[in-house]
């Protein structure tokens, strides 16, 4: 029938197919780094412990210099390992490196204390893996959550030596395809592909800033939004779910909506400082409130209110 045919359209514009749903990538993903972390760990000590022997036992210096050297070195060689391979960042950087510190600094004093108060209930042996467990889980979602980050655009120490956005949705991209995450690859390889044409568009090897990407991942979800109610509309709700997953996964990479209040009195002091009073100066309030707003607010969505507060 004709719908079915508009929702075919559509899904030809997009070069998408209706595809069999995956287990969600942070469930796979999650464990595979979880066991990387956790072998990372062990090697680790193993490392400590061998730069231990050479310090102390070999060249004969002071037990708690050479502890101290032994430890920061395994922590330095456990950042690394997990940078490059149990997160796929591949891109060193010192903020993270003192994070990753600081979270170690705070599993060890778990680990001390939750040993400590095990070995009154539990044979000490047993206490001690205990509370290796509950120090070696507690780091790792630590850093799982703030040094690295779900998508790795939390706040960082060094912004400069930070990779750009583009290079972790490179990153996210490979995690999903190891995960067979089949959602999340369709909608990343669009975003990277439509990174690609701005760059081409920008000059050869001109780079995309963050603000720029975020903008083409907006458009990328809205065209997911509209070819989701095509689809609904035509009856064919396998296609629509599988453009609501992909939506999903897009909205990992944008800022949460500004509330009512907030976008509210941002509008309201633009219209204030432009000096804006009819219709007319919409154009000139939009130019000047979007810029503020960060990507948290939709353009339909803001146009609306402008356009109400210019005219009652």
């Not at 206490?127 to 070696?136: D, N, S, Y």
């Not at 920008?202 to 907006?218: K, P, S």
């Not at 409130?289 to 353009?299: C, H, I, R």
């Amino acid at each position: 029938m004709q719908p079915t045919d508009a929702s075919d359209h559509v899904c030809d514009q997009r070069h998408a197919e209706a595809v069999t749903p995956a287990l969600p990538v942070t469930r796979w993903v999650r464990i595979g780094q979880l066991l990387r972390f956790g072998l990372v760990g062990v090697l680790g000590t193993a490392v400590n412990v061998a730069i231990l022997h050479v310090l102390h036992s070999e060249l004969g210096w002071g037990f708690t210099r050479s502890s101290a050297i032994a430890t920061e070195l395994a922590i330095v060689h456990n950042y690394i390992w997990n940078e490059l391979w149990t997160f796929h960042i591949r891109q060193l950087n010192l903020g993270r490196l003192i994070r990753y510190q600081t979270s170690s600094l705070l599993a060890a004093i778990v680990t001390v204390v939750v040993a400590t108060l095990a070995k009154e209930i539990m044979d000490p042996r047993l206490a001690q893996l205990v509370g290796i467990l509950a120090g070696a889980g507690l780091n790792y979602l630590v850093n799982v959550r703030w040094t690295w980050g779900p998508t790795a655009t939390i706040a960082r120490f060094t912004n400069e030596d930070a990779p750009m956005f583009a290079d972790q949705i490179q990153t996210d991209l490979h995690s999903a395809m190891k995960a067979r995450d089949t959602h999340a690859v369709a909608a990343l390889r669009m975003v990277l592909a439509r990174i690609k044409e701005a760059r081409t568009s920008a000059g050869h090897g001109a780079e995309v800033t963050d603000d720029e990407v975020q903008t083409l991942i907006r458009r990328e979800a809205k065209r997911r939004e509209e070819a989701a109610a095509t689809f609904t509309d035509a009856g064919r709700t396998d296609l629509a779910e599988t453009e609501l997953a992909e939506l999903k996964v897009l909205k990992r990479y944008l800022p949460a909506e500004m509330s009512d209040d907030d976008l509210a009195a941002i509008v309201d002091a633009t219209i204030a400082e432009t000096g804006a009073s009819s219709p007319g100066d919409l154009g000139r309030v939009m130019g000047a409130v979007m810029p503020k707003l960060k990507g948290q607010a939709a353009g339909g969505r803001v146009n609306a209110l402008v356009r109400e507060r210019l005219t009652s």
